[in-house]
């Protein structure tokens, strides 16, 4: 399966964006979808997790009560709510699907990844 994500750019600190993530070339409600981060010289950061129905989600605690993910079957499509950002927000955040039937947040899990959208926060 093939990610594409869109919709970051530069939002000011307590402000809202919305990156989306498209897929195509598989079975799009078969995938575990999860959102991960990277802000410079850091590591990949887990954020947020959907099960493949939507009815189940998992959140990072940095993030938990500010950002919502969401997904739509029929558009093939998973996104990112993100309110009352922080500039500690700042970074890529790539979208990955997993074909496995658990819900996680361990970044080995995934088995496909998008390129990344750049989200950046000022203060």
């Known amino acids: 399966v093939q990610l594409q994500a869109s919709g970051g750019g530069l939002v000011q600190a307590g402000g809202s964006l919305r990156p989306s993530c498209a897929a195509s070339?598989?079975?799009?409600?078969?995938?575990?979808m999860g959102w991960f981060r990277q802000a410079q010289e850091k590591e990949r950061d887990f954020v947020a997790a959907?099960?493949?129905?939507?009815?189940?989600?998992f959140y990072a605690d940095s993030v938990k009560g500010r950002f919502t993910i969401s997904r739509d079957n029929s558009k093939n499509t998973v996104y990112l709510q993100m309110n009352s950002v922080k500039p500690e927000d700042t970074a890529i955040y790539y979208c990955?699907?997993?074909?496995?039937?658990?819900?996680?947040?361990?970044?080995?899990?995934?088995?496909?990844w998008g390129q990344g959208t750049q989200v950046t926060v000022s203060s």
């Open positions: 990955a699907a997993d074909s496995g039937f658990i819900t996680t947040r361990d970044y080995n899990q995934y088995d496909y």
């Open positions: 070339g598989g079975t799009f409600s078969r995938y575990v």
């Open positions: 959907i099960s493949r129905s939507g009815g189940v989600t």
